[in-house]
């Protein structure tokens, strides 16, 4: 049997052992996914341990497949092997090495030797840029997370409550800071709370404050979806009542607690500051007009009970979040690939992104910098236009954008949400992320969707 060899390395700005001791914290497996890969993590076993036990189910299309491997040749600190005991290779080995340098720095090496099964011997080369794809996609996740950990490092592991974390947002940040180091409570609505979790229930105004004693911090995500319906006065009530509610709800729980949590990161949008055309804005800029406008403004008010009580206290206004787990990119990607895509209007109207990754690190940052309070932008620092967009969008994937969407039609399509979100927009800047020193992964949309795609 012919076993082929990948090797890629890659330079950590850690030592060694805390490359290591990343990859054997909680959540290490689901950085490491691409998200271009349908990958479900089923059973986990062990850490990485010798004799741990990983079992994943991969799906293509309507098809699925089995993949169990099995840890070995531990070596703490240094390395450790995966090697498959059922799954699509002949033969699988995956060795994970981190090498220290005399500078406190690590090299990280993936080594993969596989044998493909005899009837996919033909896509040898396919299969080695699919590696090369996927190995790059996951040394950068791994060297930048290590970096935005390092760049907090003053501050000991926090424990850190999250409402909202099975969102877009809230369930990428779980596994990013459990393998930081950190503690994480999840809360969760009564009646499915998992091990480890604080009960909540928003509408009914309870929460388990008892659950949230020893928290360090919490980060408030939860609130029904802005862009997943058509605005009827019943969807724009809910939108209003679960975010100004569920925030009053939390802050004032955490400001009644006899040992308070030390922070409160509560999400909020760039929607606070209302369509303004080509002006550019930062967080000093007055707030705008509209439903969204309004919404934003009542729902930072009622995080006031945290402030007064002495909580530190953080709105972090979030832009498009880009993802491919969810979001406006995920919706918009498929008809972009067919070549369907095109600009929304005149397609002048600003656009203000941030990758998921960078706004996972801007939670982060806020969490850990004590200077950082009050209104934050949670953008990346080059806004585009939505034609603008459209056309790097259509560079990555390789596709024409020539099939654009009149006003009328994403009118017809969207009612009012059309003309808050997608026909007019902000072009907001991260001025306070940037002042107190936050370094962005993704600065440029490019660089953030070829990431994202693997491009």
Same mark, same amino acid.
């Given at each position: @049997?012919?076993?082929?060899?990948?090797?890629?390395?890659?330079?950590?700005?850690?030592?060694?052992?805390?490359?290591?001791?990343?990859?054997?914290?909680?959540?290490?497996?689901?950085?490491?996914? #691409?998200?271009?890969?349908?990958?479900?993590?089923?059973?986990?076993?062990?850490?990485?341990?010798?004799?741990?036990?990983?079992?994943?189910?991969?799906?293509?299309?309507?098809?699925?497949?089995?993949?169990?491997?099995?840890?070995?040749?531990?070596?703490?600190?240094?390395?450790?092997?995966? $090697?498959?005991?059922?799954?699509?290779?002949? *033969?699988?080995?995956?060795?994970?090495?981190?090498? #220290?340098?005399?500078?406190?720095?690590?090299?990280?090496? *993936?080594?993969?030797?596989?044998?493909? #099964?005899?009837? =996919?011997?033909?896509?040898?080369?396919? @299969?080695?840029?699919?590696?090369?794809?996927?190995?790059?996609?996951?040394?950068?996740?791994?060297?930048?997370?290590?970096?935005?950990?390092?760049?907090?490092?003053?501050?000991?592991?926090?424990?850190?409550?999250?409402?909202?974390?099975?969102?877009?947002?809230?369930?990428? +940040?779980?596994?990013?800071?459990?393998?930081?180091?950190?503690?994480?409570?999840?809360?969760?609505?009564?009646?499915?709370?998992?091990?480890?979790?604080? /009960?909540?229930?928003?509408?009914?105004?309870?929460?388990?404050?008892?659950?949230?004693?020893?928290?360090?911090?919490?980060?408030?995500?939860?609130?029904?979806?802005? =862009? &997943?319906?058509?605005?009827?006065?019943?969807?724009?009530?809910?939108?209003?009542? &679960?975010?100004?509610?569920?925030?009053?709800?939390?802050?004032?729980?955490?400001?009644?607690?006899?040992?308070?949590?030390? $922070?409160?990161?509560? /999400?909020?949008?760039?929607?606070?500051?209302?369509?303004?055309? *080509?002006?550019?804005?930062?967080?000093?800029?007055?707030?705008?007009?509209?439903?969204?406008?309004?919404?934003?403004?009542?729902?930072?008010?009622?995080?006031?009970?945290?402030?007064?009580?002495?909580?530190?206290? $953080?709105?972090?206004?979030?832009?498009?979040?880009? &993802?491919?787990?969810?979001?406006?990119?995920?919706? @918009?990607?498929?008809?972009?690939?067919?070549?369907?895509?095109?600009?929304?209007?005149?397609?002048?109207?600003? @656009?203000?992104?941030?990758?998921?990754?960078?706004?996972?690190?801007?939670?982060?940052?806020?969490?850990?910098?004590?200077? $950082?309070?009050?209104?934050?932008?949670?953008?990346?620092?080059?806004?585009?236009?939505?034609?603008?967009?459209?056309?790097?969008?259509?560079?990555?994937?390789? %596709?024409?954008?020539? +099939?654009?969407?009149? =006003?009328?039609?994403?009118?017809?399509?969207?009612?009012?949400?059309?003309?808050?979100?997608? +026909?007019?927009?902000?072009?907001?800047? #991260?001025?306070?992320?940037?002042?107190?020193?936050? %370094?962005?992964?993704?600065?440029?949309?490019?660089?953030?969707?070829?990431?994202?795609?693997?491009?």
């Amino acid at each position: @049997m012919t076993r082929e060899v990948f090797v890629r390395r890659e330079t950590l700005s850690v030592p060694a052992d805390e490359a290591f001791r990343w990859h054997e914290r909680p959540g290490a497996f689901e950085r490491l996914v #691409p998200p271009w890969e349908r990958i479900e993590l089923v059973e986990e076993t062990g850490g990485v341990r010798d004799g741990a036990r990983v079992v994943l189910r991969m799906h293509a299309g309507p098809l699925s497949l089995r993949w169990v491997a099995e840890h070995e040749g531990y070596t703490e600190g240094r390395e450790f092997r995966d $090697v498959q005991v059922e799954g699509p290779f002949r *033969d699988w080995e995956h060795t994970h090495r981190m090498e #220290p340098r005399a500078d406190g720095t690590s090299v990280l090496e *993936d080594r993969v030797e596989y044998a493909l #099964p005899f009837a =996919a011997r033909l896509a040898g080369g396919a @299969m080695r840029r699919r590696l090369e794809r996927t190995f790059a996609y996951r040394q950068r996740t791994t060297r930048d997370d290590l970096a935005a950990h390092a760049a907090t490092k003053g501050r000991t592991s926090m424990q850190i409550a999250i409402t909202g974390a099975s969102g877009l947002v809230g369930e990428t +940040l779980v596994v990013f800071l459990t393998t930081g180091g950190h503690g994480v409570r999840r809360l969760v609505r009564a009646g499915r709370k998992p091990p480890g979790s604080v /009960a909540w229930d928003p509408d009914a105004g309870t929460i388990d404050a008892a659950g949230l004693d020893g928290t360090d911090a919490v980060v408030h995500l939860a609130g029904e979806g802005i =862009a &997943s319906g058509r605005w009827t006065d019943e969807r724009k009530r809910r939108i209003r009542e &679960s975010r100004v509610k569920g925030t009053r709800l939390v802050a004032e729980t955490l400001a009644a607690m006899p040992r308070k949590p030390r $922070v409160l990161v509560s /999400a909020s949008a760039v929607g606070f500051y209302g369509a303004r055309g *080509d002006e550019g804005l930062d967080e000093s800029s007055a707030p705008g007009t509209g439903f969204l406008a309004d919404v934003c403004g009542e729902w930072e008010r009622a995080a006031d009970p945290a402030r007064a009580a002495g909580i530190r206290v $953080v709105h972090l206004r979030f832009g498009v979040v880009l &993802s491919l787990k969810g979001g406006a990119l995920a919706k @918009m990607l498929t008809p972009f690939k067919m070549g369907l895509g095109g600009r929304l209007g005149s397609g002048a109207q600003w @656009m203000s992104w941030i990758s998921l990754d960078d706004a996972i690190g801007a939670v982060l940052h806020a969490l850990a910098n004590d200077a $950082v309070a009050g209104p934050v932008n949670a953008v990346a620092p080059n806004p585009v236009t939505n034609a603008s967009f459209t056309k790097t969008l259509g560079g990555v994937l390789g %596709r024409p954008t020539i +099939l654009p969407m009149p =006003a009328f039609a994403a009118r017809l399509a969207f009612g009012e949400m059309a003309d808050h979100l997608l +026909l007019t927009g902000q072009k907001v800047l #991260p001025r306070r992320l940037l002042e107190t020193g936050y %370094r962005f992964r993704h600065p440029s949309l490019e660089e953030a969707l070829r990431h994202l795609m693997g491009r």
